[in-house]
């Protein structure tokens, strides 16, 4: 019995490399006959386990056994019918088996990898429901197989990082599919409820008081009557009483309102004083009242439905853009850009399991106001050429934001609701006249009232669900089975359209699908 390294390892190892596989042995034009690695009728292809070893029981006695690469694995002979191979270091070669006669009696194709077999036992163990299969390939740990949920592959991969040394190099590859659907389907409600509300008083008045007549002295020509009775110069003056003098002053107060800046309307009413001295007007006084009372509810109501896959992000927005400026040159001219508003949602699903899907959710709703605005003041520059020009303001919008951002976890289906975002904001300001505004009772004459109250709360129901696509003919959208109203019927009956289904018919019940808008004029 012998075991050679020699001439022929060396002689084994130039076949392997320099003949290219082919499908079975074969002769060639020489009468030589050349069997390609593993294809002979006695191969075998083994997986052997670094530092480990595995028996081959043979049915024929070995006289010689060659090894292509002993320093990837090599053989111990303990008798001529039992050889005992093992793993030194990780690779791939192959061994073959001659008996005295020089047939071959066995082809091995040893690969050495790293023994996966406590790291099966260590999954079956921690991870029951995994159908998980992990081997080596050229030192790296490849997974395979299916579980039933994104957490159980969490766990797979965490024993398998485990398992391996710190230290080492080694990469892992998962190929590991989820049994749970990946596309899920974000249903959305967003309610809010705006509730306003002004009062305005405001009292103005406005006067002129007189304060009497008094007479005077003029001097005066005094005329005298003649024989004929006919008034003559006589040629003497004197003091005698003039027209009388009136002292009058004029007093009035003007209270505006700070919040609204004006008045709104409502309750319009005015009251007026006038005091003559026969026909001459010597007193007068007036007093103007505002008062309005407003109350307004504003409802904003938004269902949007978006589709997204496992691990990945979807925005919807519901609303426009309304354009920023963010530059502008010495000739006037401005760079803008556009930020969007209106109703946006955005979020990004996790599938965890059949029954556990994670949600990171952001909603906002927001719109357009005057408070806040930003106004531009016109400004002198100076062109390319040296002139003066007037580059006129700008006005840009504010924006009322209510926002909401969580990270929640539910199952298909499930709904939970984001509410407790209430804003309740009042303002109130008094005009009043120094002084007068603390006489009892007739202070309030003299003051102006303007009150604002804004209360508004936002509920955002999000309910995820674990969607597959359909087929075309089983969605349904508002406007399948539209059909236009006849002349006669618009014109005598002031219909716009008929009752929706196919052609103008009826709805048949066992057609209808929900959810489905249905609208007639």
């Known amino acids: 019995m012998s075991m050679s390294y020699g001439m022929k390892g060396a002689l084994a190892l130039a076949l392997v490399t320099a003949v290219p596989c082919i499908a079975s042995a074969a002769p060639n034009g020489m009468n030589t006959k050349i069997t390609a690695p593993g294809q002979s009728a006695v191969s075998e292809h083994v997986t052997l386990g670094l530092s480990k ?14 090894i292509t690469d002993p320093k990837i694995a090599d053989a111990v002979v303990q008798t001529s019918e039992r050889i005992i191979f093992r793993g030194v270091s990780i690779g791939q070669t192959n061994a073959f088996v001659f008996d005295r006669n020089g047939n071959q009696l066995l082809n091995l194709e040893i690969s050495v990898e790293v ?7 260590l999954i079956e163990r921690h991870v029951p429901g995994a159908r998980i299969n992990v081997e080596g390939v050229n030192g790296n740990v490849l997974i395979t197989g299916v579980v039933d949920d994104l957490s159980q592959s969490d766990q797979v991969s965490r024993l398998v990082s485990a398992y391996l040394s710190a230290d080492d190099d080694t990469q892992v590859v998962n190929m590991v599919q989820i049994a749970a659907k ?3 389907m974000l249903e959305v409600r967003i ?7 002004i009062k305005q008083l405001g009292i103005n008045l406005s006067g002129t008081p007189g304060f009497g ?34 002292f009058a002053g004029a007093i009035g107060t003007s209270n505006s309102f700070g919040i609204q800046g004006r008045s709104l309307g409502g309750f319009n009413g005015g009251l007026t004083y006038s005091n003559y001295v026969g026909k001459d007007l010597q007193t007068s006084f007036g007093a103007t009242i505002d008062a309005l009372e407003r109350i307004g509810i504003i409802k904003t109501l938004a269902e949007p439905n978006i589709v997204a896959m496992s691990g990945e992000s979807a925005k919807f927005l519901a609303g426009g853009e309304f354009p920023v400026p ?42 357009l106001t005057n408070q806040g605005a930003f106004q531009g003041a016109t400004q002198s520059a100076v062109d390319s050429n040296g002139n003066v020009v007037q580059v006129q303001g700008i006005t840009i919008p504010a924006l ?46 003299f003051q102006s009232r303007d009150f604002l109250q804004d209360e508004s709360e936002l509920v955002v129901i999000v309910t995820p669900y674990l969607v597959d696509p359909t087929q075309k003919n089983q969605l349904r959208t508002p406007a399948d089975g539209y059909a236009n109203a006849s002349d ?34």
């Open 53 to 66: 070893s595995m028996v081959i029981e043979l049915d024929s006695p070995a006289a010689d056994v060659v």
């Open 115 to 121: 023994d996966m077999t406590g790291l099966h036992q």
């Open 182 to 184: 990946d596309q899920v």
């Open 191 to 197: 309610v809010e409820m705006q509730r306003t509300a």
């Open 213 to 246: 007549d008094f007479a005077k002295l003029v001097e005066q020509q005094l005329f005298t009557p003649n024989a004929d009775g006919v008034l003559v110069d006589a040629d003497i003056k004197a003091l005698l009483p003039g027209q009388p003098q009136t």
């Open 326 to 367: 963010v530059g502008q040159d010495n000739n006037g001219r401005v760079t803008i850009e556009f930020k969007p508003y209106g109703v946006g949602l955005g979020f990004t699903p996790v599938v965890l399991s059949e029954g556990r899907i994670s949600l990171k959710v952001s909603t906002e709703v927001s719109e």
């Open 400 to 445: 009322t934001v209510r926002r909401a951002e969580s990270v929640i976890e539910l199952p298909s289906g499930g709904s939970m609701m984001m509410a407790g975002l209430i804003q309740s904001k009042s303002r109130q300001t008094l005009d009043q006249i120094p002084g007068l505004k603390k006489l009892p009772v007739l202070g309030a004459l």
């Open 488 to 521: 006669a019927k618009t014109i005598f009956f002031g219909k716009l359209n008929e009752q929706y289904g196919k052609d103008g018919a009826p709805v048949d019940a066992q057609d209808y699908r929900a959810p489905v808008g249905f609208i007639e004029e």
